[in-house]
Nanobody
């Protein structure tokens, strides 16, 4: 059974960078769409980025040009490199996975429907 665990969150000043890593308990193969979503206090869940089995990535408009999603099959890891962080990026970030077809859905819909997710890691950006 697939299990996910995030690491790499923390506190940073605006303009800084963080890299989140998600370790999967089993091989990340062609079966999975994988992604990151976030949830800030008292706000709805937001899809951030996703990557499909062919390494095609999609991004929410609010992170385009700043965040990069990638995966390493050999290490069973999914990463999110976050640059030019803004206070509005403050949230708990979750790694998630679902059937590959989910990468064809809108990111917000993915965030609602991902069947497997990690415990989350806090990212705090101060101004």
């Amino acid at each position: 059974q697939l299990q996910l665990e995030e690491s790499g969150g923390g506190s940073v000043q605006a303009g800084g960078s963080l890299k989140l890593t998600c370790h999967a308990s089993i091989t990340i193969n062609s079966r999975y769409c994988m992604g990151w979503f976030r949830q800030a206090s008292e706000k709805e869940r937001e899809g951030v980025a996703a990557i499909d089995s062919g390494d095609f990535a999609t991004y929410a408009d609010f992170v385009k040009g700043r965040f990069t999603i990638s995966k390493d099959i050999a290490k069973n890891t999914l990463s999110l490199q976050m640059n030019s962080l803004e206070p509005e990026d403050t949230a708990v970030y979750y790694c998630a996975a679902g059937p590959d077809f989910m990468c064809g859905l809108d990111l917000s819909e993915q965030a609602r429907r991902f069947s497997t997710r990690g415990q989350g890691t806090q990212v705090t950006v101060s101004s």
